[in-house]
């Protein structure tokens, strides 16, 4: 393993809402589900998918970058989606190509974690956390630099609640959504200081019903902060509760991830990739 610090400013995994839960059958195989299917997908397929075919093909450059390391330190902190962005930008404004950065920087970010998750230095909410700001800079990158070739993408913080415990169902749903043609964001519980006006819409999962009054609450907060915002729901609540869509103020309501990703591009005016490729 390459010699990285995995304490300053990393997310240990004893940090996650995860660790706080009891081993059971049940979660277990919800564990197995995540870790065995969900996760090579996450670090094999959304580089590649989102870069453009010119410096994906000329991604050969030997070596690391020479700030691999303070990048990775950086991209596995808390709340540093900002600081992701910047660092990269940074780099390029510095004189390094979209290749060099991709071939020295995120693909290898992307393997280090693959690394340190088959150790068990880190857990599966760490590692869709990262992969997620990987695609997020790695399609900021492509839409910038490919000619106008590369429509935008729409873009969607997708949240549970504040202090929220119930995270596998929202990873789920970004993992799922990125294959959509999304532009995908995790925020709450992993991420506090997102910016709702960065997002055209904001995707909440709600998990129970007696969670009715702290989800609009937080749905108040983010329209204070962004009155343009769009936000849909959707989460085990709803199940629980169908009467809920009714009451909770939303924009939309999604049954499952699928659906989400309809009604994301709906909302945005955009094309599913995937139901353009299966017409």
């Given at each position: 393993m390459r010699d990285v610090d995995s304490t300053e400013g990393s997310i240990p995994p004893s940090s996650t809402p995860e660790a706080d839960c009891p081993?059971?059958?049940?979660?277990?195989?919800?564990?197995?589900v995540v870790e065995s299917d969900i996760l090579p997908r996450l670090l094999?397929?959304?580089?590649?998918?989102?870069?453009?075919?010119?410096?994906?093909?000329?991604?050969?450059?030997p070596g690391l970058h020479p700030r691999f390391a303070d990048f990775?330190?950086?991209v596995r902190s808390e709340g540093s989606d900002p600081g992701v962005w910047s660092f990269v930008t940074e780099l390029l404004e510095a004189g390094d190509t979209v290749e060099t950065v991709h071939a020295t920087l995120l693909s290898p970010v992307a393997r280090e974690m693959g690394v340190l998750w088959e150790q068990d230095?880190?857990?599966f909410t760490e590692v869709a956390i990262v992969c997620s700001r990987l695609?997020?800079?790695?399609?900021?990158?492509?839409s910038q630099h490919s000619g106008g070739l590369i429509p935008a993408a729409p873009r969607v913080l997708v949240s549970a609640l504040p202090g929220s415990h119930h995270t596998l169902g929202p990873l789920m749903v970004a993992e799922s959504l990125s294959g959509h043609g999304i532009d995908v964001s995790i925020g709450e519980p992993f991420v506090s200081d997102s910016d709702p006006s960065d997002f055209e819409?904001?995707?909440i999962?709600?998990?129970?019903a007696e969670e009715l009054d702290e989800a609009q609450a937080y749905m108040r907060d983010l329209r204070a902060r962004s009155p343009e915002i769009r936000i849909i729901v959707g989460g085990a609540a709803f199940r629980e509760d169908p009467a809920m869509v009714n009451r909770i103020g939303a924009d939309g309501?999604?049954?499952d991830a699928a659906a989400a990703a309809m009604l994301v591009h709906e909302i945005a005016g955009t094309s599913d990739p995937q139901a353009s490729g299966s017409a």
């Open positions: 081993p059971d059958p049940l979660w277990n195989s919800v564990r197995t094999q397929s959304p580089l590649i998918d989102a870069a453009p075919a010119s410096f994906v093909a000329r991604a050969e450059s990775l330190r950086l230095e880190c857990d695609q997020r800079v790695i399609r900021r990158i492509a819409v904001v995707a999962s709600v998990a129970r309501w999604a049954e």
